[in-house]
């Protein structure tokens, strides 16, 4: 019998890369953690559809998930003037800002950061408009993060909590990033419509993978990839967080 997945990528490769066709097959590869094959296959379909923004959102948060910051601020742009809703695009344009992978400074974050506010009441929360006064002093938001775990009527409820997982991975705090999306009734299933979910999930496991080199002596010889991470590619956790895209 063949595998599910080798059916689904049959009838992918059976015709033009249309939405109808790939999109189940995409959610498929990014729940295994292909993350890179997804972007290149959202980009064929984007080709054929280029006046869609939802397809233009779509690969700003996979661009954003495999960290190609520069692809995911240039579709950004060039989706500005594209017909319907600004708001997954500009909130994404937010978490990338407060982590620094977008030019303009605070100005341009207190400039999203207000956008937002006035497009969607999901952002008009406690959490969220104090997070504006604090803009700038990381250990301020995080400690804003923090009240939202604490207090879920703070940071506007469960289904909010994908707001303080990306504030807590933009600002390089995977621990916390983590702890919050736990607290997300839709869970590891809204990764893809955060970006930087994935990379939080990314980064704690690399932890884990540093913390069991550190306490089996196998530190120094882990090999440090490309981004400057220690890890052990040779190893079991090495080759889950390779294949997994992180």
Request: charged residues 30%; positive net charge; proline residues 4%.
């Amino acid at each position: 019998m063949r595998k599910p997945s080798t059916l689904v990528r049959q009838v992918v490769d059976a015709g033009p890369p249309t939405k109808e066709r790939v999109w189940d097959y995409t959610y498929m590869l990014y729940a295994m953690g292909h993350l890179e094959e997804v972007t290149a296959l959202v980009e064929q379909v984007r080709a054929n559809e280029p006046m869609a923004l939802y397809l233009s959102r779509d690969l700003q948060y996979d661009y954003t998930a495999t960290r190609r910051y520069e692809d995911a601020e240039a579709e950004y742009r060039r989706a500005r003037v594209l017909e319907g809703s600004q708001l997954s695009p500009d909130s994404l344009a937010f978490f990338r800002q407060l982590a620094g992978k977008r030019a303009g400074g605070m100005e341009e974050l207190r400039a999203l950061h207000a956008r937002l506010l006035r497009q969607s009441p999901e952002f008009d929360t406690p959490f969220f408009r104090e997070l504006g006064a604090v803009l700038g002093d990381r250990e301020a938001m995080l400690a804003r993060v923090r009240k939202a775990l604490e207090d879920e009527s703070y940071g506007g409820g469960s289904s909010a909590a994908y707001l303080w997982t990306n504030v807590a991975d933009a600002l390089g705090d995977a621990d916390l990033a983590v702890a919050a999306m736990r607290r997300d009734p839709g869970g590891l299933g809204r990764i893809r419509a955060g970006g930087h979910g994935a990379a939080a999930v990314c980064r704690a496991l690399e932890r884990a993978v540093l913390e069991r080199a550190r306490a089996s002596g196998l530190q120094e010889a882990a090999g440090r990839n490309r981004r400057g991470r220690l890890l052990a590619p040779d190893r079991p956790l090495g080759r889950r967080l390779r294949a997994g895209g992180c």
